[in-house]
């Protein structure tokens, strides 16, 4: 049995410690200070976290600028543990945060009416902003989500859902932020030139604002039961996290290992969104059967002091991803598209509550419908069909990274187009850098490949080739093979090492070269001609990237030396003899990388 994933190994501490510890030197900070909605503890954490990466703090911890995936960082597996299951945890115990007592029929029903048009319409307004302004869909996905749920919770919630880098998830934080603090200062003077009462601003204030302090702040502002009611209608969109993150979730499944196979709903949802729906329904009982009481109050103060945390360490963790010179450019860019999220979400609740608390609740609907159908008509123009594909052939051609989900559909579509040329292969292969989650399902494959070692397929083409995972445990390694088919690869994370022999005839075999290789590093193997074994290096697991060519019509080869193969003591130019046999581990012994496809995906 494979140890859990989720219980975090030997390689992962340096970076799990140093994201702990800046996360709690965060919250210290925060708690230290006096309380402002201008800022929070989630914010600290980012910028302290790229504070070490951007300064000379970096050469103190030894810390490496990162690469799209931070290899060979000692940092790596632990940032990334932090980013994948610290995350879900956090996660899971937001569940009980959410709060139910405050929600009133009247007020509910107003707030579900708002509710209903500004988040779908705001959902799409942000997908035709992103496609104006060549932002990616996931960038896209957590914006949205920061506008339309619950500012930063909500974009981490997103994150691994919508398949976002980590630096984008640091930006989303910044902007949808960024908007929080704008409306601490332009609420309050609108809602008083609109003429709103206070329990009409401070339902639009809880319904427009992204941060949940600032909208409690900005309700406060407006006086009388404005502060109680902007918790009010904040509390009813964290509730919709859940339901986004469900849509979300089935919207997003397509590019993934099992494509084409008949997939259930509980197949496609991630497993950590149970343990928040679990504790979000038993807080909502808890609150209306038993009510309140000290003990359950000590319950939630702990829940909350854990829950913000762990996602200041998530955030340190993210922090310590953001180069600042590479953010510059996508960082204006999401600006623009949070900034016109955020006007559309505050314009639009504000038109539907300023109508409906001067008794037209026909005319709230009117603009509700007509505001929907409008978003909905410019997403479908700007970011849908060919518009997306223009948009994702754009990004390919600049030379930015691409993740597996867009690698897919570019595969996909220029072999639609004609052959897929080498040329073009190689350079898909060296801008493809995955995403959060992406790579969880090889890690959980089955499938053989060599002692210690398993794969999985993500894509394959009609005209045979295959975009293929294999993930490696420390030390493991193949045995000495050659491929039925080409192959390009690339090391995406961790440390592997290549031997090539040359075959002498009789069953001689020489060792023709041994290198280790280095992240992002393309290798070339020419199908049954190349004798190779690779073997995962260091103290912790390897992932590779291969794109396999059709096969040739043969099994592939596989050689057993007479007696046990000692990998450390293989010299170039050394000898050994092997005896040949059919490699009949899956997708080698000539049915293709199809038996990959057929995995369950891993939430």
């Known amino acids: 049995m494979r140890r859990p994933q989720w219980i975090p190994t030997r390689p992962d501490l340096p970076g799990l410690a140093i994201a702990t510890i800046l996360g709690g030197v965060a919250l210290g900070v925060a708690r230290a200070r006096p309380p402002s909605p201008l800022v929070s503890d989630v914010l600290f954490a980012l910028v302290i976290g790229a504070l070490v990466l951007n300064t000379p703090l970096r050469h103190l911890v030894k810390l490496a600028l990162p690469s799209a995936e931070r290899e060979p960082d000692r940092y790596a597996p632990g940032l990334r543990f932090t980013g ?38 705001a959902f799409f307004v942000t997908h035709a902003l992103a496609a104006a302004f060549g932002v990616r869909r996931p960038m896209g996905d957590i914006l949205a989500g920061g506008t339309m ?23 989303a934080i910044g902007v949808v932020f960024l908007f929080s ?31 949940l302090s600032s909208a409690i702040a900005v309700g406060a502002q407006m006086g009388g039961d404005g502060g109680v009611m902007a918790a009010a209608a904040k509390s009813a969109r964290i509730l919709l996290l859940a339901p986004t993150l469900i849509a979300l979730s089935l919207l997003r499944r397509e590019g993934g290992p099992t494509k084409g196979v008949g997939k259930s709903i509980a197949d496609t949802l991630p497993g950590f969104l149970v343990g928040y729906v679990g504790l979000a329904v038993a807080r909502a009982l808890v609150d209306r059967l038993v009510g309140p009481s000290a003990a359950f109050t000590r319950v939630l103060d702990a829940d909350k002091l854990l829950v913000d945390f762990l996602m200041a360490t ?46 037209a609740p026909a005319g709230a609907a009117l603009v509700a419908v007509g505001c929907v159908l409008a978003a909905y008509a410019a997403y479908r123009a700007a970011a849908s069909g060919e518009a997306a594909a223009r948009l994702l052939r754009g990004r390919f051609e600049s030379g930015a990274p691409l993740s597996l989900a867009e690698t897919t559909s570019l595969l996909g579509a220029v072999e639609g ?9 190689r350079r898909v292969l060296g801008q493809l850098h995955p995403t959060i989650g992406e790579l969880i399902p090889v890690r959980e494959s089955p499938l053989p490949h060599g002692e210690g070692c398993r794969w ?4 394959q083409g009609a005209s045979g080739w295959a975009l293929v995972a294999v993930c490696r445990d420390a030390g493991s390694a193949t045995p000495i093979h050659a491929h039925p088919h080409r192959l390009l690869g690339k090391t995406i994370e961790g440390l592997m090492e290549e031997i090539r022999f040359t075959d002498l005839g009789q069953g001689e075999l020489e060792v023709a070269s041994r290198q280790v290789l280095q992240h992002n590093d393309l290798v070339e193997t020419d199908g049954l001609a190349t004798l190779h074994l690779i073997r995962a290096v260091g103290g912790r697991p390897a992932i590779d990237l291969q794109l396999r060519g059709p096969e040739v019509g043969s099994p592939g080869r596989r050689l057993r030396t007479r007696d046990p193969l000692d990998v450390d003591a293989l010299t170039v130019g050394a000898h050994l003899f092997a005896a040949e046999e059919i490699d009949d581990r899956p997708g080698h012994a000539g049915e293709g990388a199809s038996v990959g496809l057929a995995q369950r995906p891993v939430t």
């Open 456 to 459: 999985i397929t993500y894509w």
């Open 181 to 211: 603090v704008v409306a601490l200062f332009a609420f309050r003077p609108i809602a008083a030139l609109v003429g709103l009462s206070p329990l009409h601003a401070g339902l639009w204030s809880g319904l427009a604002v992204n941060d």
């Open 84 to 121: 994948k299951w610290v995350l879900r945890l956090g996660i899971i115990l937001m569940g009980l945060k959410v709060q139910t007592s405050f929600f009133g029929g009247a007020e509910l029903l107003l707030i579900a009416g708002v509710a209903a048009a500004a988040l779908p319409s």
């Open 314 to 359: 998530v955030s340190a963790g993210i922090g310590l991803h953001l180069d600042v010179r590479g953010l510059l450019g996508s960082g204006a860019r999401a600006v623009a598209v949070g900034g016109g999220a955020s006007v559309w979400m505050a314009g639009l609740t504000l038109t539907m509550i300023t109508l409906a608390s001067r008794g």
């Open 417 to 425: 187009e004609g052959a897929l040329e080498e040329p073009f292969l």
């Open 149 to 171: 749920i619950c500012g930063a919770s909500a974009v981490n919630a997103i994150a691994p859902v919508a398949r976002a880098h980590r630096e984008e998830q640091g930006v």
